[in-house]
């Protein structure tokens, strides 16, 4: 299982934004991270930065003992592997089944280039995202459209599609901020539950306090680009 070291990170944006300035936390394996902060406080681009979407100019982050920030894409794959992902808007193919999109967790990076390989996936793999599926309640959806899912079904396939790649990682950018309260509770508490069974890491963006206090080990607060507090979530003030 593996650490992660963020130590004085910054970014700078071409723009002349500074959206994290000296940036440090070091994460341990297992634990469930909440990123809160208000809009522009950097969260998203931290987490861009720790799924090596977006380049950091300064510090390191390290994967256990790998400062990942320097490697190129290609020699980044293996902790790209690592990671799974989901986002606020899914990143499902809307005219694909439930199943292909979740079949696309194994292709990885291949599946944005030849999205026709999912009707090839084995038997076997086949078996394992049905499982994915059953283990977020919707085996009997694996042959609906996945357009036509209400918002919290779609975030779950997004989560049966990352279970996928067996991550040790989960980062989890905004997961609820598209669906309605009851909805984005259902997400929280179904992920909080998988990563817990399988003791997975959880890096999670949010901006709602209240459900932060609810699913996190930790809350790391942002704002203008800085840590403002790093705390256990049941020291969390009331007016915090
Ligand atoms: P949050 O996720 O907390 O809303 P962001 O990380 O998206 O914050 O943004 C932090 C700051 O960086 C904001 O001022 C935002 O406008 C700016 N920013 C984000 N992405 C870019 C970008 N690609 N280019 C320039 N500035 C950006
Ligand atoms: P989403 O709704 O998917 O979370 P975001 O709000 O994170 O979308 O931003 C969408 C895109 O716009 C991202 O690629 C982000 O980097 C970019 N972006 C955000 N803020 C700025 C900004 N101030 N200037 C330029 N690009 C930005």
Not at 202 to 209: A, G, K, N, S
Request: with cysteine; hydrophobic share 40%; aromatic share 6%.
């Amino acid at each position: 299982m593996t650490q992660i070291t963020i130590d004085t990170v910054s970014k700078t944006y071409p723009n002349g934004t500074k959206a994290l300035k000296e940036v440090s936390c070091t994460i341990s394996p297992g634990e469930a991270v909440i990123l809160l902060g208000h809009n522009g406080s950097g969260k998203s681009t931290l987490f861009k930065c720790l799924g090596g979407f977006e380049p950091i100019t300064g510090g390191t982050i390290h994967i256990g003992d790998t400062e990942i920030s320097h490697l190129s894409f290609s020699q980044r794959r293996p902790f790209r592997k690592k990671m799974g992902t989901i986002f606020q808007h899914f990143h499902l193919i809307p005219t694909l089944s439930v199943l292909q999109n979740v079949l696309f967790g194994t292709l990885g990076e291949t599946s944005f280039v030849f999205p026709a390989l999912a009707p090839f996936a084995s038997q076997e793999t086949r078996e394992k995202a049905l499982h994915c599926l059953e283990r977020v309640n919707l085996a009997e959806y694996a042959g609906t459209r996945s357009d036509e899912l209400s918002g919290g079904q779609k975030q779950r396939v997004a989560i049966a599609r990352m279970l996928m790649q067996d991550p040790e990682i989960v980062l989890a950018d905004e997961p609820i901020a598209s669906l309605d309260p009851r909805a984005g509770h259902e997400v929280m508490e179904l992920l909080w539950e998988i990563v817990s069974e399988r003791n997975l890491t959880l890096i999670c963006v949010l901006h709602q306090i209240e459900i932060a206090k609810q699913f996190g080990d930790r809350v790391i607060a942002l704002k203008h680009g800085s840590i403002i507090s790093d705390t256990r979530v049941n020291t969390l003030d009331e007016d915090f």
